[in-house]
């Protein structure tokens, strides 16, 4: 492979990566924005918490792997409590109410972390055998971005399965589409609301541990997060799995190619891509209109 293809390879694949940790963050937004029409902002804090989640017990236990099992699971447990408390009763006052109390509930997030953990610049150590480079056609990728990869992929797969093939997903989407009927067939539908919630702010957990290794831990995590990840559910379609899938496959390869090429437009890129769907697809990609 010569320097020209091996460099488009490699930055094809830090985009891929890249779009994949979005994903995580995005797919948990679809659930808890696009299916629930929940409108929170503090997906992002839940997502930056979890990192500096991961790099304590990363430094009690000294294991990669309990750090990226307990971080999403403790967020996880915080959403679903932040959920049943909090915005379960800021929901009858509509998107406002749900609109200023999560951008409370960001704003402790970060004050807390500032207090906690200071202000600079944490790093998470991942395990040996997941650092290094590994030979992909002569092109030498680093391990890690690759476990990236195949982690989002299999998440992926195992949420689509539980959403389409199973009664818990038929459940999750019909309370959806009609809560008062779900309701009325004897389903607990805060209960199914209040676990989807808590299994959206876990995936952004997962993402937030397994992104930290990379950009390390840092108050501004959730402002560099955050805002891709609303414009992925917008532009992939409310609710669709697998439009948040393709809009962050494409935004990480934009981010990527773009810093290489046209490094001075790579930050508006994504906006520019934003605006020429919504222009020929308001309801976003695969999005519905509602009539």
């Known amino acids: 492979m010569d320097a020209t293809m091996a460099m488009y390879v490699a930055q094809g694949l830090h985009g ?5 940790l979005l994903f995580l963050v995005a797919s948990g937004l679809t659930l808890i924005f696009g299916m629930m029409g929940i409108l929170t902002l503090a997906h992002a804090a839940f997502f930056m918490l979890a990192a500096y989640f991961g790099f304590q017990v990363l430094q009690i236990t000294q294991n990669f792997w309990m750090a990226l099992i307990v971080a999403p699971v403790a967020v996880g447990i915080l959403g679903v409590l932040c959920e049943r408390f909090l915005i379960r009763k800021a929901h009858v006052m509509g998107h406002i109410g749900e609109l200023i109390l999560t951008v409370g509930v960001a704003l402790v997030i970060m004050d807390a972390v500032k207090a906690i953990w200071g202000t600079e610049s944490l790093y998470l150590k991942v395990p040996e055998y997941l650092q290094g480079l590994v030979s992909i056609g002569g092109l030498e990728y680093p391990i890690y971005r690759l476990f990236i990869i195949g982690m989002a992929l299999l998440l992926l797969i ?30 607990n539908v805060p209960l199914v609301f209040m676990l989807v919630f808590g299994v959206g702010t876990w995936m952004a957990g997962v993402a937030g541990v397994a992104i930290a290794p990379i950009l390390t831990v ?20 409310f609710g669709s799995l697998s439009g948040a899938f393709l809009v962050s496959i494409i935004f990480g390869l934009l981010s990527s190619y773009g810093v290489q090429f046209i490094s001075q437009l790579a930050p508006v890129l994504m906006f520019i891509f934003m605006a020429i769907v919504l222009i020929i697809k308001p309801a976003g990609i695969f999005g519905e209109r509602e009539d």
């Open 158 to 187: 195992i949420l689509a399965l539980i959403l389409y093939k199973t009664r818990l997903g038929l459940i999750v989407r019909a309370a959806v589409s009609d809560a008062d009927m779900v309701n009325a067939l004897g389903v």
């Open 218 to 237: 840092f108050p501004g995590l959730a402002d560099q997060m955050g805002m891709d990840a609303y414009i992925i559910v917008v532009v992939g379609g």
């Open 16 to 20: 891929l990566a890249y779009g994949m």
